[in-house]
């Protein structure tokens, strides 16, 4: 069974940074398709980041592109998210997805078979 879980949230004020953490139980990350998605209160889960399985390929939302970052160790365990210039609508639960069959970047979150039990990100203006 594999099992995701985040780490790293907290409460920020704008314009801080936190570093997200997903550990992979199991296997390393170069096994993973990896991504990242969130949900804010009364909203739909959107996502924010995703990284490929082996070759590290990532993407980005236009609404998060210029300030978070994606980024793994392939003989590691780990995907982080690295997230900079926060801004209050960042505030949400942060999810972490994974899946195994994929090689390229997953977009959709009906597409991941994984995914970790979440962390809150507040930030406050």
């Known amino acids: 069974q594999v099992q995701l879980v985040e780490s790293g949230g907290g409460s920020v004020q704008a314009g801080g940074s936190l570093r997200l953490s997903c550990t992979v139980s199991?296997?390393?990350?170069?096994?993973?398709?990896m991504g990242w998605f969130r949900q804010a209160p009364g909203k739909e889960r959107e996502f924010v980041c995703a990284?490929?399985?082996?070759?590290?390929?990532?993407y980005c939302a236009d609404s998060v592109k210029d300030r978070f970052t994606i980024f793994k160790d392939n003989d590691k365990t780990t995907v982080y998210l690295q997230m900079n210039s926060l801004k209050s609508e960042d505030t949400a639960v942060y999810y972490c997805?994974?899946?195994?069959?994929?090689?390229?970047?997953?977009?959709?979150?009906?597409?991941?078979?994984?995914w970790g039990q979440g962390t809150q990100v507040t930030v406050s203006s």
């Open positions: 990284i490929s399985r082996s070759d590290s390929r990532t």
């Open positions: 997805a994974a899946d195994d069959w994929a090689y390229g970047i997953i977009l959709d979150s009906t597409l991941y078979k994984y």
């Open positions: 199991g296997r390393t990350v170069s096994e993973y398709a």
